[in-house]
């Protein structure tokens, strides 16, 4: 025990010599590092002085792409309010028109749809509307709804597509057009312009290359994140939609063509706004 307890004063007596040793010299070389990072840091100036060292083009384009991405968060936060299953599939209205199907309550139940407006009871009353000719002109009512409620679902998020890919191309335009201006005032001044005027050019232009790929990044992946959210709930829409007529196609299947059930008229096909 004493052994082991001198084997550790002595470990620690030699780490405390060591880094009074290296203490001093340390902050000497913290002091040069600090001495040579202010005039560097002069040199290049602070954030906002790269982003307005653009010029006026690079200025517009960096506007430009300021209000690409206020429109891409706008989009973004709109389809994420948009797209929840108890906006696209009410709770409640599928087994509630169900039910009514069952017992024969056709108007009550496209009046409950009404209450409703939704993807789920557009499709559901485009079905409704032609309960008189059969199964068949059903399913192919509710088919084609289905497809026209997802494409005006995708017409939606398409923009954040366009944005995605319209965004580094705004960029690629100011970077492309501040080289050549740094090149020109290479070309004006004859080669006398040094390494370090080529060099401001050039980062100058790179500021919209990278503002163009901030906006895109996060538009694209919110349009693949969206999109995949809208086949899921499209795709529920369809299955749903089918559970709700299934008091209707079991009579069908029993009686060899699907006859209106008592309750009045069958309601006209929705048209979609």
């Known amino acids: 025990m004493f052994a082991l307890t001198m084997n550790r004063l002595r470990w620690l007596s030699g780490a405390i010599v060591i880094y009074l040793c290296l203490t001093p010299s340390s902050a000497f070389a913290q002091g040069a590092q600090d001495g040579q990072a202010a005039p560097e840091q002069a040199a290049t100036g602070g954030f906002w002085d790269v982003i307005l060292s653009g010029g006026l083009f690079g200025g517009i384009i960096l506007v430009l792409l300021v209000l690409l991405s206020v429109l891409a968060m706008y989009l973004i936060v709109e389809q994420v309010m948009v797209l929840r ?13 169900r039910q009514m199907l069952a017992q024969g309550r056709l108007q009550e139940a496209s009046e409950q749809c009404r209450k409703k407006p939704s993807p789920l009871s557009f499709v559901t009353l485009s079905g409704l509307s032609e ?50 201006f740094a090149f ?84 006209q096909r929705p048209r979609s706004s």
């Open 184 to 267: 020109q005032q290479v070309a004006v001044s004859q080669g006398t312009a040094g390494a370090a005027d080529l060099a401001e050019g050039i980062y100058s232009a790179l500021v919209t290359t990278v503002a163009g790929l901030v906006v895109a990044i996060p538009s694209l992946g919110a349009f693949a994140v969206l999109r995949n959210r809208i086949d899921q709930l499209i795709g529920e829409t369809a299955y749903v939609s089918q559970h709700v007529f299934s008091p209707v196609r079991r009579r069908a299947s029993q009686v060899g063509r699907s006859s209106p059930p008592q309750g009045g008229t069958p309601p």
């Open 85 to 97: 299953k108890s906006e696209v599939m009410p709770y409640g209205l599928a087994d509630e028109v």
């Open 131 to 180: 309960i008189d000719f059969g199964w068949q002109a059903m399913e192919k009512a509710m088919e084609d709804a289905v497809a026209e409620q997802a494409a005006k679902m995708y017409r939606r998020i398409e923009y954040l597509s366009v944005i995605g890919n319209l965004a580094p191309m705004c960029g690629l335009l100011g970077t492309v057009t501040g080289m050549i």
